[in-house]
């Protein structure tokens, strides 16, 4: 089956996200026991090509309450790695996590090293920038910022079918919570780690731009696509390449195809009682 930009549907995962009924502290450890009970993804799969798993195991998991849509990430790594630490540095240039989260008519994107150093931006589909009313607000205004980006152009690669997006590169998620849990020692080589685990609390408030009439948090019932990835350097014999494993294979290197994102299904279920198992 294709959709009408004609992507193939076939593959796309599914996934229930449940409540949590205590409070999550958001520090990177995922100790508490809602994450220790929550359904975790499959081991994560090449971007380009579906039923080929990745390198290093990766798993994720997603948690809600009337506040927060929780990301969990836990990470196999052998040597964790990173040097970024200023804020909406070009974190995809070393390893990293990736969450994106999509609207009718837009999209927003997070990245994360190991470090915790974030990078965040706001994508407006431009055929769209006027009907769906983002023109309207100040925070997309595009003659208020310099850094605004054209997705999808010639120079910059991402070709959709549905055309090219307006990039806002300093659009920041208000109330946005983030942070790391590296299991061993973080730019060693000398040593052999563990890996690392994610955790990020997206504010509902702050997805009102992707809402499109959905309730802020979400209702017994409620989709919503969100695509989860990672990209991992990796050098042989002196080639350097970058694989990106995801929850979903886009079947091409490109995260950017929020119609191969993974489909979440919300429930008001508390995760960890009867009933509460990923049936999808």
């Known amino acids: ?35 220790q009970v929550a359904p975790r993804s499959p081991r994560f799969e090449d971007l380009e090509e579906p039923e080929r798993p990745a390198l290093f195991d990766t798993q994720a998991a997603v948690l809600w309450d009337d506040d927060y849509l929780y990301v969990g990430f836990w990470l196999e790594e052998p040597d964790v790695r990173a040097t970024y630490t200023n804020r909406d540095s070009m974190i995809c240039d070393e390893n990293d996590v990736e969450v994106f989260i999509a609207g009718k008519d837009g999209y927003y994107e997070f990245e994360m090293n190991a470090l915790g150093t974030i990078m965040e931006r706001f994508y407006v589909w431009q055929d769209a920038y006027i009907e769906a009313g983002y023109s309207t607000l100040p925070e997309f205004d595009l003659q208020g910022t310099s850094l605004v980006d054209t997705l999808g152009g010639t120079k910059t690669g991402h070709a959709h079918p549905r055309g090219r997006r307006w990039a806002f590169r300093e659009w920041d998620m208000p109330g946005l919570k ?77 995260s950017h195809i929020p119609d191969r994102f993974t489909i979440i299904h919300f429930t008001k279920k508390v995760v960890g009682t009867e009933g509460s198992n990923n049936d999808h």
């Open 1 to 35: 089956m294709e959709n009408n930009y004609g992507y193939s549907e076939d593959g796309l995962k599914h996934y229930t996200s449940y409540r949590v009924n205590e409070p999550i502290v958001v520090d990177g450890n995922l100790d508490e026991s809602s994450w």
């Open 178 to 254: 983030w942070a790391v849990k590296v299991d061993g020692t973080i730019n060693d080589p000398s040593d052999k780690d563990r890996g690392w685990t994610a955790e990020i609390a997206f504010p509902w408030q702050g997805l009102k731009n992707l809402a499109d009439g959905r309730s802020l948090p979400a209702e017994e019932g409620d989709i919503w696509r969100m695509d989860f990835s990672r990209f991992q350097w990796i050098e042989e014999a002196g080639i350097k390449a970058c694989p990106g494993w995801a929850w979903t294979t886009h079947g091409i290197y490109d």
